[in-house]
């Protein structure tokens, strides 16, 4: 198993360009897991060239100085279309995001619907309802993103979204084949080495690890690249269209794909709805809501396709330079 090299780790620039973001170095890495969900295989090798990725999600104080240079509007905050949602009633197209609110009672977890609202005027600034705030939220991952709000960051930083490719590959810290970012065990020593869910999903929230929801993004310690949060406190939105599997591995040493952009938009519908003919996106990394009884997504080879006209209280960013000079 390849250990990272400890000087990536520790790099930083004095460039305001790449100022707060970490050195990824480039390499051949094995892609994916054969051992977990279906659409994580099969495990396929991927060269990567040398990348700066964000040391950790975007922030509510990143992301609010981008809406006072900019006066953005993101998704969550414009009313929807009635043109793109045919057959929709018309007092339900309002204003509004997804946000996760725990049920009273058992519920089938095969029907996210239980525990998932679509909550009208939630946002950014209101992840939880019209009545919740980030005041004393700053260094908290901002979330109620759709991909295209992330997009319209990344280009106002000069920066991009990273693909599915680049994200897992800084996620694994340079622990190739390792189970999690940190290694194969999931708590050494019983340490709780990113935001995820403790108990019984979506009732008992245990909150063992000291967050209930979201935490600050430097709480957890950061992986072999000196990146933070790649794991757990909120998904993350790539570049890539959502495929339902990866490709297989190449034959040949000489074929290995080098900075594959996976997936095509015409074939990332959700094959279950033929009706809704929204594109999706890959999400990476799992969230604060991922439990050992459910979504047990919090590693790197895990991926999730979310449509692009989504945001939820639990899905937020980080961005990459690319073509700039090592450290």
């Known amino acids: 198993m390849l250990r990272p090299d400890t000087e990536w780790g520790d790099q930083s620039s004095d460039d305001d360009r790449t100022r707060d973001m970490a050195w990824i170095p ?4 094995r892609m994916g897991s054969d ?17 700066w990725i964000d040391r950790t999600p975007v922030t509510n104080r990143q992301f609010k100085a981008f809406v006072k240079a900019t006066g953005h509007v993101t998704f969550a905050e414009i009313p929807p279309d009635p043109k793109d949602y045919p057959g929709a009633l018309p007092h339900m197209l309002y204003a509004g995001s997804l946000v996760f609110t725990p049920p009273r009672q058992p519920v089938d977890l095969r029907n996210w619907a239980e525990w998932w609202s679509f909550m009208k005027n939630a946002d950014w600034r209101h992840p939880y309802g019209p009545k919740s705030n980030i005041n004393v939220h700053d ?3 901002v979330v109620h ?3 295209s709000d992330a997009l319209a960051y990344a280009k106002w930083a000069g920066k ?14 340079g622990l190739d084949g390792a189970e999690f970012a940190w290694g194969d065990e999931f708590t050494p020593g019983g340490a709780h080495m990113a935001n995820t869910w403790q108990g019984e999903f979506p009732r008992q929230n245990l909150s063992q690890d000291g967050f209930e929801r979201t935490s600050p993004v430097m709480a957890s310690p ?4 000196g990146v933070h949060d790649m794991i757990g406190n909120v998904w993350e939105w790539t570049s890539d269209w959502y495929s339902p599997k ?26 279950c709805q033929p009706n809704i003919r929204i594109p999706r996106k890959v999400l990476k990394g799992g969230s604060h809501l991922c439990a050992p ?20 209280s639990h899905v937020g960013f980080r961005c990459v330079r690319r073509n700039l000079a090592t450290p």
């Open 26 to 29: 480039g390499g051949t890495f």
């Open 35 to 51: 051992n977990h969900y279906p659409e994580e295989a099969p495990v396929h090798r991927v060269i990567v060239d040398g990348f």
């Open 139 to 141: 260094n908290h991952p």
């Open 145 to 147: 993103v759709s991909y």
């Open 160 to 173: 991009d979204l990273p693909t599915e490719a680049e994200w897992e590959f800084a996620a694994r810290g």
């Open 222 to 225: 950061p992986n072999g690249y």
């Open 246 to 271: 990866h490709e297989a591995d190449a034959p040949k040493a000489c074929c290995i794909p080098a900075n594959p952009r996976g997936g095509r938009e015409d074939q990332s519908y959700d094959a």
């Open 293 to 312: 009884n459910y979504c047990r997504r919090y590693r790197p080879a895990a991926r999730h396709a979310e449509p692009i006209d989504t945001s939820t």
